[in-house]
């Protein structure tokens, strides 16, 4: 299924005016051959990291800008994959939350697998305003409920995004933490909560 | 190689850093921007001060031995051996004029690349004995390293000239381009996730937009260098390594064309700029 939406997706990509799009693709071909043959496995970053999936191939053909009517069916297909909590609710501890946001470890070939992982997000938001030392890749969450409100909705969408940001921006440069099981619907409670309960230094 | 006094040097001056942060620090956004830049400027500072005795002239002088020294099983020197682009043995200016396309090898080579193509067809030296240890680590700095960091000491003050209008190094740096376009992975990271847009950075380290001169000739500044976190001497092929470890891609292979190519492009997009010879990082 997923894979007839890509290759219906790639197959309406080369039929794209964009000219630059497909000067590019000649280098892309080679960089992809030259990726292939100059990795080696380390740690637990086996080869297999280097293939593209859907989203990757599309999002690298594309510059991060594909085609509104492709990123609708590739979002839709990533939200067909976020896991609900069974017990219905979306907010845990936001200080757990604040130790996962904090720590930036997992994945590299230098961690341990099977090491729990954090969320890197200090890598690339600031949240709570006594962190000062926090990245910018992306926006300032700081008081972020108390602008947005703690809304069954919004609750919804911050757990579904900390899950799989590409379901509601398909290039984002946020990683999908649910869909690669980096992080549990346990944790991302936890972090829903840090963004959202007013109790959380956040909002205060 | 024992660098300690230098170590000992850096600790304090990193804790005094450290501890004007702390006090500095305030709660508005606008204050952390400041001190933010402040501690920048901090550390320009001290790192300016470094250079008077910049620790990455002993690896320097090192590097001029194993260059004139007459080594390896065919027991011949670099120096009457080795082309790196400006003739046999030449070095005034060769490393700011790679990567560059080298027909002997028929491959794309930047500084660190080509030496150990020469120390292996010109010396005799096993290719797999040197990529086993190819970094430095708390007690050990590979040859190499100390050979790149002699040869880019003579391109000190030297403005950076990747031959670009050579086909295969424009080529070379077209493929570049895409590879750090690429995303993949556990968590979809391309270089430029992290250093594809300007003023960005992770946590408190800028990330120097590679696309742009500015930022490129950042990334090319200081290296090869002296890192203070760790006390050790690192090359350009270390931190593109480190950064794929950091995109939590495998590890790309030491000297490979892979490297090479991200190096033509990041440096060819530095062209024009005044390199300033081996330096310190933070």
């Known amino acids: ?204 | 190689m024992d660098h300690s006094p230098q170590k000992r040097m850096l600790v304090g001056a990193l804790s005094t850093l450290g501890a004007l942060g702390a006090l500095t620090f305030s709660a508005s956004a606008l204050a952390q921007e400041i001190d933010h830049a402040k501690a920048a400027i901090e550390f320009e500072k001290f790192r300016a001060e470094m250079e008077d005795s910049n620790p990455s002239e002993l690896f320097e002088l090192k590097g001029e031995e194993l260059w004139k020294a007459k080594r390896g099983p065919k027991n011949v020197s670099l120096a009457e051996s080795c082309d790196l682009g400006q003739g046999i043995g030449k070095i005034e200016g060769a490393y700011v004029q790679m990567p560059r396309y080298f027909a002997d090898a028929d491959a794309v080579m930047d500084a660190e690349r080509r030496i150990v193509w020469c120390m292996v067809e010109k010396q005799g030296f096993k290719f797999d004995d040197i990529a086993k240890k190819p970094f430095a680590t708390d007690t050990f700095t590979p040859d190499a390293t100390n050979l790149v960091t002699y040869v880019a000491a003579h391109s000190k003050n030297m403005k950076i000239a990747v031959p670009l209008k050579d086909p295969k190094v424009k080529e070379a740096w077209e493929i570049g381009k895409e590879m750090a376009a690429y995303r993949a992975g556990p968590y979809d990271f391309s270089c430029n996730t992290c250093h594809g847009t300007d003023g960005k950075r992770i946590r408190m380290q800028d990330l120097p937009n590679l696309a742009t001169a500015a930022g490129a000739i950042k990334g090319v500044q200081g290296w090869p260098g002296y890192r203070m976190t760790g006390g050790i001497q690192l090359t350009h092929q270390w931190r593109m390594t480190d950064c794929f470890r950091q995109q939590r891609f495998p590890a790309p292979k030491y000297t490979s064309d892979a490297i090479a190519y991200l190096l033509t492009y990041m440096i060819g997009n530095a062209n024009g700029q005044v390199y300033k010879g081996p330096g310190i990082k933070r």
């Open chain 1, 1 to 204: 299924m997923t894979k007839k939406i890509i290759l219906a997706a790639m197959a309406a990509l080369t039929a794209l005016p964009a000219t630059s799009v497909l000067a590019d693709a000649d280098y892309r071909a080679k960089a992809i051959a030259v990726i292939k043959k100059d990795f080696v496995p380390r740690g637990q970053a086996d080869l297999d990291r280097l293939a593209e999936d859907g989203v990757h191939a599309i999002c690298n053909r594309t510059g991060n800008n594909p085609p509104a009517e492709i990123a609708k069916v590739l979002e839709g297909d990533q939200m067909a994959d976020v896991k609900w909590p069974a017990d219905g609710k979306l907010m845990g501890n936001w200080k757990k939350g604040e130790s996962l946001a904090q720590s930036g470890r997992g994945f590299t070939w230098s961690d341990k697998p099977g090491l729990p992982v954090g969320g890197n997000c200090y890598n690339c938001h600031q949240i709570n305003p006594k962190e000062t030392s926090y990245g910018t890749i992306g926006p300032s969450l700081l008081h972020f409920g108390k602008l947005r409100g703690n809304t069954p909705e919004i609750q919804k969408y911050v757990y579904g995004k900390i899950f799989n940001a590409k379901a509601y921006n398909l290039c984002s440069e946020m990683p999908r933490f649910g869909r690669v099981e980096a992080l549990k619907p346990e944790q991302i409670k936890d972090l829903v909560a840090l963004l959202l309960d007013p109790e959380s230094p956040v909002n205060k």
